[in-house]
């Protein structure tokens, strides 16, 4: 499918195509390439505003959404029904790790912080994260690094989004993942999602692999983590959907680096005018990134951690007539525009029975997916 031409006018901030397509999100069922850029939109309430109006959006929300989105009007959005075709895993420049932000000690110590704090007050989830600065001996190319995540993921998930419609910051800024957890997906009336919370590591031994699967399943921390996730996206969409399909309990998924808890849920909308942007909008952010309640989860994060920028934020899209799919932003980086410096984050969820080391270690298989595309783990 396609909406509308448009030639790739240059202002200031705006993202290009000049280095390949400013966005595209791959998924198993089809790939997502926004060409030329129209317009960008840096205030969500105007995305929303802008689709309403009949125009298609594409790009990223951050994690607190009071901060600068990077949404552009695409000049034509291209929908395929097939992942991003990778014939080759490109290669990439040395990459080097700079320095953990916080030091993992510091992490582990923030962790205890608030397993005492979930224990003693009315917070009852918080998603803390971590960062990693890495350097590249030349500049990487962000096409190679996506190709690179597509090709790694048996599921093909995959993204890449020029940040320079958030602003002057972010010009030539690049952020590229591979997401295995669904925000929310509209498809004419029928509303989807499938939040993931509740990590093991994957075992390169078939039968470890498994074992480590079951006990996932059979994790009371793990169920309970999940389950505020569950609770708040059932709580976010009643407003906006009816039927709201929940199965009796969370099914095993994976990735390359990690079995994950997830839940698909299902609803009808009620308002045909409600995009994917604004269920979006209305379920972020969920306490897969941010924990329960939301207020006091956010204020915990920002306190602890300071801003997050991009990730654990929104990266999707939305046609002219409201359907699109958004993704939870993690298992991502983001490239500097020298395309030399890189930051990546890896957060898990804590709840009461949380134990600080077994969350410094999920971080880290967490990163496995970034590292692994910008080859620091070759
Ligand atoms: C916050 C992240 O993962 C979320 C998604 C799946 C499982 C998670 C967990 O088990 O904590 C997190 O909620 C991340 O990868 O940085």
């Not at 397993?115 to 096409?143: F, G, I, Q, Y």
Request: aromatic share 2%.
């Amino acid at each position: 499918m396609t909406t509308g031409t448009a030639p790739n006018a240059a202002t200031p901030n705006q993202p290009t195509d000049c280095a390949g397509p400013h966005f595209v999100l791959s998924r198993p069922h089809g790939t997502v390439t926004a060409h030329g850029v129209t317009g960008t939109i840096s205030d969500p309430t105007e995305a929303v505003a802008r689709v309403r109006a009949g125009e298609a959006i594409a790009g990223a929300l951050p994690f607190d959404v009071r901060e600068p989105a990077a949404l552009t009007v695409p000049g034509r959005l291209e929908i395929t029904s097939a992942p991003l075709p990778v014939t080759a895993r490109p290669e990439v420049p040395a990459v080097t790790v700079r320095r953990y932000l916080p030091a993992p000690a510091e992490h582990t110590r923030r962790v205890t912080d608030a397993v005492t704090r979930l224990r003693e007050t009315s917070l009852r989830k918080v998603v803390l994260a971590r960062a990693v600065e890495l350097d590249a001996t030349e500049p990487l190319d962000h096409r190679a690094v996506l190709a690179r995540l597509v090709a790694a993921d048996p599921n093909g998930n995959g993204y890449s989004v020029d940040l320079g419609a958030a602003g002057d910051d972010h010009r030539g800024v690049r952020l590229v993942g591979s997401s295995p957890e669904v925000l929310i997906r509209r498809q004419g009336a029928t509303v989807t999602c499938h939040p993931l919370a509740g990590s093991a590591p994957r075992d390169s031994d078939p039968d470890r692999d498994a074992a480590l699967g079951r006990a996932l399943a059979e994790s009371t921390k793990d169920l309970t983590e999940h389950s505020y996730v569950v609770e708040s996206l059932k709580e976010s969409l009643a407003p906006l959907c009816s039927d709201i399909e929940v199965p009796p309990g969370p099914v095993l998924t994976t990735t390359p680096q990690l079995w994950h808890l997830g839940t698909p849920l299902r609803a009808t909308l009620r308002d045909p005018h409600v995009s994917a942007l604004e269920l979006a909008l209305a379920v972020h952010p969920t306490p897969a990134v941010c924990g329960t309640p939301t207020d006091e989860a956010m204020r915990t994060i920002l306190a602890v951690e300071g801003g997050r920028g991009f990730y654990a934020g929104a990266v999707g899209w939305t046609d002219a007539s409201g359907d699109g799919e958004w993704m939870v932003t993690i298992r991502c980086a983001r490239i500097a525009a020298d395309g030399l410096g890189v930051l990546a984050h890896a957060g898990g969820g804590i709840v009461a029975a949380s134990e600080p080391d077994s969350e410094l270690d999920e971080t880290t298989t967490k990163f496995g997916t970034i590292m692994a595309a910008l080859g620091v783990m070759d």
